[in-house]
C-alpha cells in the first residue's frame, strides 16, 4: 500500500484567514514533503522532513509554516496568504529522505480569494 | 541534478505500444532515471526507475541506452486513462528532492 492521504480536497480562504492542510501516511516512511504546483506548470519542492525534523526549506516566505507533529504527520499551516499562493499543494512521503521513491497524495487545491 | 528533455507532447491510439522519450545527455554515474505521471489535477504517480539496467514493472518498461544519455518508457498497450502528464526526472543518490520538468503531455486517442 503506498497511499498518501491529504485533506481537504479542496479549500478556498480570505488573504486574513488562518487555515492548516493536512497529510498523512502509515507506511512507515520516515522522510515527508511539500510541493507547490501552480496552474499548467511542474511541482516545485517546499519543505522537506525527515525523522521529524526540517532539513529543506526552498526559502519559502513565513506564511507558510510546516509542522511533522510525527512521522505519520505533515501539516501546513496557512496564513496571510496572497491570491498568487493560490495552486495545488502537494504532499508526498518515502522510505527516507535520501534515494527512496517518492510517493504523492492527491493534493489540496487551495484558492485565496 | 540532471537536466532532462521531453517533447512537450504526444499522441497514441489506444491499445498501441507509448514510447516516451527522454534525453538526460549530462547524466552522472549516481545518477537515476526516474518516471512519473499526473493525470489531470491529481498528484504524481511513480511508475518506475532504473540506473543503468532496463526495468520492467506491471505498469511499464524502462529502456536506458547503453551510454545512459537517454531513455524510454515504454506503455505497452496503452488504454485512455494512460492519458496523463509524464515526468522524466534525474535524480542523484542522496538527493532529497525531485525536480520535474516540463514533461510530455501524452494523449491516447480511441
Known amino acids: 500500500d503506498t497511499e498518501v492521504t491529504q485533506t481537504p480536497k479542496h479549500l478556498v480562504m480570505g488573504m486574513t484567514n488562518k487555515k492548516s492542510l493536512k497529510c498523512e501516511q502509515h507506511m512507515g516512511h520516515r522522510a515527508m514533503y511539500w510541493y507547490k504546483q501552480k496552474a499548467k506548470k511542474p511541482p516545485e519542492l517546499m519543505f522537506v522532513y525527515s525523522y521529524e525534523k526540517l532539513s529543506i526549506n526552498e526559502s519559502v516566505p513565513s506564511r507558510f509554516s510546516p509542522e511533522c507533529p510525527n512521522s505519520s504527520l505533515l501539516n501546513l499551516h496557512l496564513h496571510a496568504l496572497q491570491p498568487e499562493d493560490s495552486a495545488l499543494y502537494l504532499c508526498?512521503?518515502?522510505?527516507?529522505?535520501?534515494?527512496?521513491?517518492?510517493?504523492f497524495g492527491p493534493g489540496t487545491r487551495l484558492t485565496v480569494l | 541534478d540532471a537536466k532532462t528533455t521531453q517533447p512537450p507532447s504526444m499522441d497514441c491510439a489506444e491499445g498501441r505500444a507509448a514510447n516516451l522519450p527522454c534525453n538526460h545527455s549530462t547524466i552522472s554515474g549516481n545518477e537515476y532515471v526516474y518516471w512519473y505521471r499526473q493525470i489531470h489535477s491529481q498528484g504524481p504517480q511513480y511508475i518506475i526507475h532504473?540506473?543503468?539496467n532496463n526495468e520492467t514493472n506491471e505498469m511499464a518498461s524502462l529502456i536506458i541506452t547503453e551510454d545512459r544519455k537517454s531513455s524510454t518508457l515504454i506503455l505497452p498497450h496503452a488504454t485512455l486513462r494512460d492519458t496523463a502528464v509524464y515526468y522524466c526526472i534525474v535524480r542523484s543518490q542522496g538527493a532529497q528532492k525531485l525536480v520535474f520538468g516540463q514533461g510530455t503531455r501524452l494523449t491516447i486517442n480511441p
Open positions: 532504473g540506473l543503468k
Open positions: 508526498a512521503s518515502s522510505s527516507r529522505a535520501f534515494t527512496d521513491t517518492q510517493y
